[in-house]
């Protein structure tokens, strides 16, 4: 059974940086994608970043350029970078394993970005 746990979340001011770890429990195919989604108050829950076994990252284009995906892989954890948080970077942040045609997800670490 996988489990993922993520930790990192916190209350954080305008342009602060954050970083968020998913760990993993259990086996998780390969090749598989992990992926940050986050869900904000009242909206739906929005892709952040991917990275796939053989590292390659994609971005949501808002968030080019502030937020680094990485993984290693030797610990089953997988990071998220953000800097320069802005307000509207508040939401609650997933973690999510795809191995098809397995999908895991996290419960989910807040992130508050507020003065």
């Known amino acids: 059974q996988v489990q993922l746990v993520e930790s990192g979340g916190g209350l954080v001011q305008p342009g602060g940086s954050l970083r968020l770890s998913c760990a993993a429990s259990?086996?998780?195919?390969?090749?598989?994608?992990m992926a940050w989604y986050r869900q904000a108050p009242g909206k739906q829950r929005e892709l952040v970043a991917t990275?796939?076994?053989?590292?390659?990252?994609s971005y949501a284009d808002s968030l080019k350029g502030r937020f680094t995906i990485s993984r290693d892989s030797a610990k089953n954890t997988v990071y998220l970078q953000m800097n320069s948080l802005k307000p509207e970077d508040t939401a609650v942040y997933y973690c999510?394993?795809?191995?098809?045609?397995?999908?895991?997800w996290g419960q989910g670490t807040q992130v508050t970005v507020s003065s």
């Open positions: 999510n394993a795809n191995s098809y045609p397995n999908q895991y």
């Open positions: 259990g086996s998780i195919s390969r090749p598989n994608i």
């Open positions: 990275i796939t076994t053989g590292g390659y990252t």
